[in-house]
C-alpha cells in the first residue's frame, strides 16, 4: 500500500526503468514489510531542466542520474523510515549504479480513511484490508 512517486530525468531505457523499480519495490518489502503484490509506483519523466535538486548544504554532488522518491503511507516507525533510507540507497547504487547522492527520498503519511483502492470504497475501513 505505500503510493511511490519516482521523479527522473529523462533518459532511461526500459530495462534499467523496470529495474530501478524493481529494486525500490524489494527494499519497500523488506523495510515495511508490505506484502509482494502491495506494489503501486508511478513514474514521472522530466527533462533535466525542470528538476532543480540542490543540497541542502550537505555538499552533494547530484549528477542527471537523479532519482526522487515521493512516498504516501500509513505511519510507520522511525526505525522502518531509516531501514527504508539505508536499503534504497544501498541497493539502486549496487544494483542500478545510483550513487546515494542522487537519491532524494520523502514520506508522507496518513490514515485508513485516506485510502480507497477502488469500488468507491475505504478498504481499510470496510475491514476486506
Known amino acids: 500500500m505505500p503510493l511511490l512517486r519516482f521523479d527522473l530525468i529523462e533518459g532511461r531505457d526500459e530495462k534499467s526503468l523496470r529495474k530501478l523499480l524493481n529494486t525500490a519495490h524489494n527494499a519497500m518489502v523488506e523495510a515495511f ?3 509482494e503484490r502491495d506494489r503501486y509506483q508511478i513514474v514521472h519523466q522530466h ?5 532543480i535538486i540542490e543540497d541542502t548544504g550537505l555538499g552533494l554532488k547530484r549528477s542527471s542520474n ?4 515521493s512516498i504516501v503511507s500509513k505511519a510507520r516507525t522511525i526505525s522502518q523510515k531509516e531501514k527504508l533510507y539505508a ?6 547504487e549496487s544494483e542500478c549504479g545510483v550513487s546515494p547522492e542522487d537519491l532524494m527520498i520523502s514520506i508522507t503519511e496518513n490514515g485508513d480513511a485516506d485510502w480507497s483502492f477502488g469500488l468507491g470504497e475505504a478498504q481499510f475501513l470496510t475491514g476486506k484490508l
Do not use: G, T, W
Open 47 to 51: 527533462p533535466s531542466n525542470e528538476l
Open 33 to 35: 514489510n508490505v506484502p
Open 87 to 92: 536499503l534504497l540507497a544501498q541497493k539502486l
Open 66 to 69: 537523479l532519482v526522487i522518491i
